[in-house]
């Protein structure tokens, strides 16, 4: 985790910062979304909004669905005792579930209860009514949200930003007293220097950024837009981004906490169960061998009758391994820390408290992202102006609740990691390299100093100047050319739940399916599609309407321009 640290902080600082201030300060300046600042800047590059907006439309969709599983698991917090701390018996009646019993209660109900997964990607299975129930209920409280426009949005936000920080605060006391704290902060900030190697990690740390501080997206481009002319938005993006990161770390404390009090009760069960076996085997009397000798008997046993303590079935308790173990992404929040807040005093109270903090969480990050749609649809004018702001939003995320079905199946975790993966990667990275490319290389970045100079009172510095020219497009060109051809050398794979593995808990590993691998390459590639065909589509107009230019000229076309203002000269004459 400490090694991530490191790419996490050189993104944020010449990628996430520099482009945080360049959206803002764009938005602010040209009070338009997206697509109107692209279009505003060219015609050229219209396709980069179009790819933000599409970009946000399909995260928008998967990201939903994370929420319909936070709503799920904390309707079950209110239960006592909570459903994923015990076993359920099996449908005989005779003895508890299999399955259960060959993982633990927090993965059979995570992977069971709550998805009933699939074997593999190509099983589908069915839709689960009590996923699409949640996830109409996180559709619905969206809506609700956007149903006034910007201006009952700015109130929700005053909300769903306190209360986590309220909650972590809780989160940290509590974490700090459990025993085992220590270990996990350890494990926290000790560096693993060979995973800076990997490619994937500097890439899940721009990805990171992007997310947490909601740029790409065009969401950021369209809320500032409703700034007042002459705000400060340099002091905005350095605020808003040293605050976001500071938060993120704030967060990972008393998380890391929890984890090494889990891993410490693992690990402390795993020696009592050895000490259990060798005492037995041996015929030792109780307290002979203790957690605190144990090391040492082992040690002595394996020197002195080394036969013996072969034939003994002991585990293998190596604390290390146990913070390996501990999932990422969603298995982080719905396996491991649900599994940790059943050992706590009060789960009940901790598990309301922690999915609740995770729905405002990601109820404030579904604002930025649906607005970087809505905002698009009002600039292309692709409905009438007629139509009340709520209802075009009621269409949104009605569309996006059909599409997002599709999550609810027995398959739907694994069709949300490659949505999880692929499309809010590399696309991402590639709107980011164009946005920066058309602000500084063709709106200009003497423009956009004189822009910024009349919003704040003074020109961008030497940092500024030099991330946007050259550091933060290298940066981003290096990550994602690296990333791509690191990721074309090998076929991609993915971990399944099947209770029929030889291993199993292990997950199997599986490549994915040629026709799943194909349509991992259309989201990557889709999103993106329209920044070229739309300079395409420019550039053949601009052609024709300049083989027509003494006749109808277009004002749109730096051609028609000349040939216009030609003529008039010449009328002059």
């Known amino acids: 985790m400490a090694a991530f640290l490191i790419p996490y902080l050189i993104a944020l600082v010449f990628e996430g910062l520099p482009l945080l201030y360049l959206e803002l ?3 602010q300046r040209f009070r338009m979304g997206s697509i109107g600042v692209w279009n505003s800047i060219s015609p050229l590059l219209g396709g980069v909004g179009i790819a933000s907006m599409l970009v946000s439309l399909l995260v928008c969709m998967f990201y939903n669905t994370l929420l319909a599983w936070v709503l799920w698991y904390l309707f079950h917090s209110f239960q006592n005792p909570l459903p994923w701390s015990q076993c359920p018996l099996n449908d005989k009646l005779t003895g508890y579930n299999t399955e259960c019993v060959k993982s633990t209660p927090a993965n059979y109900f995570w992977y069971r209860e709550t998805l009933n997964i699939t074997p593999d990607i190509e099983t589908s299975g069915s839709v689960h009514w009590w996923l699409v129930i ?3 209920s996180a559709w619905c409280v969206v809506y609700i949200c956007f149903i006034k426009g910007i201006e009952s949005l700015g109130k929700v936000v005053y909300v769903t930003a306190i209360f986590p920080y309220l909650v972590l605060t809780i989160f940290l006391i509590r974490a700090l007293t459990l025993p085992g704290a220590t270990v996990g902060l350890v494990y926290l900030f000790t560096p693993d220097w060979e995973i800076l190697k990997n490619p994937q990690v500097w890439l899940d740390a721009a990805t990171q950024i992007f997310f947490s501080l909601s740029v790409a997206f065009g969401g950021l481009i369209a809320f500032s837009s409703y700034n007042p002319e002459r705000n400060n938005c340099e002091m905005d993006a350095v605020l808003v981004g040293v605050i976001n990161s500071a938060t993120s770390l704030y967060g990972a404390i008393p998380i890391f906490s929890i984890l090494g009090f889990k891993a410490n009760t693992a690990y402390n ?16 009397s109780d307290q002979n061998i203790t957690a605190e000798n144990y090391d040492h008997w082992l040690e002595y046993l394996n020197r002195t009758s080394p036969g013996e303590v072969a034939g003994v079935d002991l585990r293998l308790c190596d604390l290390q391994t146990f913070l390996d173990q501990s999932a990422s992404g969603t298995g982080l929040a ?3 820390f649900s599994e940790a807040v059943v050992s706590m005093p009060g789960a009940q109270i901790w598990a309301i408290l922690f999915f609740t903090m995770l729905f405002s969480l990601g109820l404030s990050s579904m604002f930025g992202n649906l607005e970087g ?3 698009p649809i009002k600039d292309l004018k692709l409905v009438p102006t007629w139509i009340p702001d709520g209802l075009v939003a009621a269409a949104i995320c009605s569309i996006a609740f059909l599409m997002a079905l599709l999550f609810t199946m027995g398959s739907g975790n694994y069709w949300v990691e490659i949505f ?3 499309v809010g990667s590399v696309p991402l990275l590639i709107v980011a390299l164009f946005e920066i490319i058309a602000v500084i ?6 423009n956009f100093s004189e822009d910024i100079y009349f919003m704040t009172g003074k020109k961008p510095n030497i940092f500024w100047k030099a991330c946007w020219m050259v550091i933060s497009p290298l940066m981003l060109l290096v990550v994602l050319i690296t990333y791509v051809v690191v990721q074309a ?3 991609p794979t993915y971990p399944t739940w099947n209770p029929a593995y030889e291993l199993f808990p292990k997950t199997e590993v599986k490549p994915y399916p040629d026709w799943v691998f194909a349509i991992i390459i259309l989201l990557s590639v889709i999103p993106v599609l329209p920044i070229p065909l739309v300079a395409l589509y420019q550039l053949i107009c601009c052609r024709m309407k300049k083989s027509s230019a003494h006749t109808d000229p277009s004002p749109s076309c730096n051609d028609g321009f000349e040939v216009e203002t030609q003529q008039q000269t010449n009328q002059r004459a």
């Open 25 to 27: 300060a764009i938005g």
């Open 489 to 491: 050398q090998k076929h």
């Open 269 to 284: 069960s795993c020696v009592k169960e050895n000490i259990l076996a060798l005492t037995n085997h041996f015929e030792f």
């Open 373 to 375: 749609v809505l905002a």
């Open 420 to 422: 999880n993966s692929y």
């Open 334 to 336: 719905f396996i491991v």
């Open 441 to 446: 290389y063709v709106y200009g970045m003497k």
């Open 134 to 136: 949640c996830l109409a």
